[in-house]
């Protein structure tokens, strides 16, 4: 049987028409809430099927030992497969819902949370048939490791934040930075081989796979970086996560939360450091934790206190913090006159 490999044009328009599907009872600034999970599930599903029947022509047909965790990458369990949803033709936001909660539980070290957490099954918002179009229209590619790669499926879901950001207008580094903004800190960083990488506003993971993509072009083992990235918005967290994972990246740590108020890495004598910082921080941040900061735990005030309605200078001084003795940084930073 010939096997049915997508372009990453036919990708591209696979995912913009589903965003399409959503146009009306959905905004369009809540788009990504929806299409990014469903098409995480969706490769997840069909890596799994990939793996099982791998497993069944090397074990001549052994069901019992194909269907064993450690055969899997991620573990999908019983009425939790995307066939399992496709079933249903009542109360399909809840299968959903049911599917994705089940897929973490079962792959809690890696997965715990990654989906997200949209109302599947408000039925005012996301109706049976709206969900039945969606998830049919997500059916008609087969997305495992044979018919897409990694990279390939990596860049589509790139093209898709972009999409999104432009659609919800979302610009100046709240959701996406632009392309040559991010490849420009790349060059910059310059990072190589070995190296621990640290994004403390990371949003959808651009700037981290961008480090990556440096080491590729270098003809360098990508796989030696350690990424490290903390973000406070849910939405954007969980997007990085599914982004890693889906660029084929294995050793990463992203962590939810408010880097100021809370940073997520630490070693035994404080603050974890690395051997490059990167970042496009929310600029002239009024919230983001002034009364703290000058008694700051971890000891990033070194040049004072910034003003409560800016905390610019308080992500450089977390960034330098964060940086260890041979580090290196690049970040934007607008200064306003």
């Not at 009872?25 to 793996?51: C, G, H, N, T, W």
Request: charged share 25%; aromatic share 10%.
């Amino acid at each position: 049987m010939a096997i049915e490999k997508i372009t990453l044009s036919q990708l591209e328009q696979y995912l913009s028409k589903a965003a399409w599907i959503l146009k009306g009872p959905v905004d369009a600034s809540d788009f990504k809430v929806y299409i990014f999970p469903l098409l995480f599930f969706k490769r997840i599903s069909d890596v799994y099927d990939e793996e099982y029947r791998n497993a069944l022509a090397e074990s001549d047909g052994d069901e019992v030992y194909a269907a064993l965790p450690e055969m899997h990458r991620f573990e999908v369990p019983k009425n939790c497969h995307w066939s399992d949803v496709r079933e249903k033709t009542v109360n399909v936001g809840e299968a959903i819902e049911n599917a994705l909660r089940g897929i973490e539980q079962a792959n809690q070290s890696y997965l715990y949370g990654i989906f997200g957490d949209a109302q599947w099954s408000n039925k005012n918002k996301l109706s049976d048939k709206l969900l039945i179009d969606l998830i049919e229209h997500f059916s008609q590619y087969t997305l495992g490791n044979v018919n897409v790669d990694p990279d390939m499926l990596g860049q589509a879901y790139e093209y898709l934040i972009k999409h999104f950001a432009d659609l919800s207008n979302k610009k100046a580094g709240e959701f996406y930075t632009p392309r040559s903004v991010v490849h420009l800190l790349g060059l910059i960083l310059d990072p190589h081989e070995g190296e621990t990488i640290y994004d403390p506003a990371c949003g959808t993971g651009g700037m981290l796979l961008e480090c990556v993509d440096h080491l590729k072009h270098n003809n360098e083992d990508y796989r030696t970086l350690k990424l490290f990235g903390q973000e406070k918005n849910l939405t954007s967290s969980s997007i990085a996560r599914m982004n890693m994972f889906l660029h084929g990246i294995e050793d990463f740590e992203i962590a939810r939360g408010d880097t100021l108020r809370n940073p997520a890495f630490f070693a035994a004598d404080g603050l974890k450091t690395f051997d490059c910082v990167i970042a496009n921080p929310p600029f002239s941040l009024s919230d983001w934790g002034s009364e703290n900061w000058a008694s700051d735990p971890y000891g990033r005030n070194i040049a004072g206190v910034p003003p409560q309605g800016n905390g610019d200078m308080a992500w450089i001084q977390h960034m330098v913090k964060s940086m260890n003795s041979n580090g290196r940084m690049t970040v934007v930073f607008v200064v306003v006159k």
